[in-house]
């Protein structure tokens, strides 16, 4: 999401009450939303490779077909999946599930425990750009030149001249801007590439450390806010 962007939902239904239901609930919640009447028609999936959010109405024609495309698009992965259902049957690779006839307070529940799961997604995977060099020693002792790219809540992007093997434990300081002090991080490297770029998980900071690299990425954050309380 860019800043001050609404998280993007694709409303998948051709029931008029699921329509007429839903659309308040996701503008009180500052969910951008577009509506697909019918899935078999795939150019009329707006957002499709970018949505946050997909309420999914398995009695619209298609809508299985729909789903089971999505859980093989490996960028879909980090969507949140919401089925809108007639029956009580669970439905495979869906994270919420919402039971017809659809009314204001089921919505309401449903699309909270979404929102919850969305808000919480984007700050597990939302980095931001850092260009900081570091000098980060393995667990033989050995050390590495590396430039710490990004930063978010569980791990970092890094680029490297050097060949380090994913599965190494790398330990370092960041000096992150606005903070008063660098902080210690050890940190797994989860995946590389030729070019150079890799990927680490966080495995260990000391908590203060912890607290302020959450604070800090708090105060970077740029999502609308739900007009709604979500308690």
Not at 88 to 109: A, F, M, Q, W, Y
Request: negative net charge; charged residues 20%.
């Amino acid at each position: 999401m860019t800043p001050e962007m609404a998280f993007e939902c694709l409303l998948v239904s051709d029931d008029p009450s699921v329509l007429s239901a839903m659309d308040p609930i996701l503008h009180d919640l500052s969910i951008s939303t577009n509506v697909c009447r019918n899935p078999l028609r795939t150019d009329s999936w707006p957002g499709e490779t970018s949505a946050d959010l997909f309420v999914i109405d398995m009695e619209a024609i298609g809508s299985a077909q729909l789903l089971q495309h999505l859980c093989e698009l490996q960028h879909c992965h980090r969507s949140t999946l919401l089925a809108v259902s007639g029956t009580d049957c669970s439905v495979p690779n869906v994270h919420v599930i919402l039971r017809k006839p659809v009314t204001p307070e089921s919505g309401s529940r449903s699309l909270k425990v979404a929102y919850s799961k969305m808000l919480q997604d984007f700050r597990k995977h939302t980095r931001f750009a850092l260009m900081t060099p570091v000098i980060a020693t393995d667990e033989g002792n050995r050390t590495h030149c590396v430039t710490v790219c990004n930063i978010g809540a569980g791990g970092v992007g890094i680029a490297t001249s050097e060949k380090i093997a994913v599965g190494t434990i790398l330990s370092f300081m960041i000096r992150v801007p606005e903070l008063e002090r660098e902080i210690s991080v050890r940190a797994r490297m989860v995946w590389t590439r030729e070019t150079g770029v890799g990927g680490c998980e966080f495995v260990h900071m000391p908590p203060f450390d912890v607290q302020l690299l959450h604070a800090w990425l708090e105060s970077r954050y740029r999502f609308k806010k739900p007009l709604i309380s979500l308690g």
